[in-house]
């Protein structure tokens, strides 16, 4: 028999499991509501379907601040609105970090429209604040946004696999600066979008403040 750890352990990972399949039906959900031009009928009854299980579900909802499924110490975050695989808001954003620098790829459905097939300029500056912020913890120096200049010079194409990368360019104390940049996957030369962000390192007390017991 395994231990009570490694018990806690099987379940946490099977509830990853399940939030991830949920967060996959979701985000094919959102994105087929996009483009579906079903009848009214139909998108009713789909509503009211869509209603039964939001209320299933708020049967159960947390009361913590953070989620059971979370681990922020160890970067898990199960809803974050861009890499988190549990949120039908998120592409989401997969990130890999290779000799300092953080390498991300997804493709952004029509959810995610601004001009007509492009992305909205938004989403773009929110995916560049994620992949800046991981390669600012990846070097050693995790903190937070405190101001992100973005440079658009094409539009970002929409069901087009993307690659984003992002590395530190100064430590200064408690501040950082990182670069950040978004490509397509079969085009990393060409930047789409550009991103200079400037981190603060938190101080013992405001992580206390901002995540709790996790940290």
């Known amino acids: 028999m395994g231990s ?9 990972a099977s509830r990853r499991e399940a939030i991830t399949d949920l967060g996959d039906a979701l985000r094919t959900l959102v994105e087929h509501a996009t483009w579906t031009e079903a009848p009214a009928a139909d998108l009713l009854r ?12 708020g049967d159960s909802a947390r009361d913590a ?17 861009v890499i988190g695989h549990g949120s039908a808001l998120a592409p989401p954003l997969r990130i890999e970090v290779v000799a300092g620098m953080a390498i991300g790829r997804c493709t952004l459905g029509l959810a995610f429209e601004g001009p007509p097939t492009y992305a ?3 989403v773009s500056a929110m995916l560049l604040d994620q992949i800046l912020g991981h ?29 984003l990368t992002a590395a530190v360019d100064e430590v200064a104390g408690r501040r950082v600066t990182a670069t950040g940049y978004i490509a397509t996957e079969a085009d990393p ?22 995540f709790g017991r996790v940290l």
């Open 46 to 57: 789909a509503a009211a379907e869509a209603r039964e299980i939001a209320a299933r579900l």
């Open 4 to 12: 009570d750890a490694e018990r806690v352990d099987d379940t946490q």
């Open 120 to 122: 909205h300029g938004g």
């Open 65 to 81: 601040a953070v989620p059971a499924a979370d681990d922020p110490a160890r970067g898990v975050r199960m809803y974050n609105p």
């Open 135 to 163: 390669a600012v913890a990846a070097a050693g120096n995790p903190g937070m946004t405190v101001r992100l200049d973005t440079t658009y010079r094409a539009p970002v194409p929409l069901r087009t696999p993307l690659r």
């Open 189 to 210: 030369g060409t930047i789409l979008v550009s991103a200079v962000g400037t981190f603060v390192g938190l101080r013992a007390d405001q992580a206390r403040r901002l």
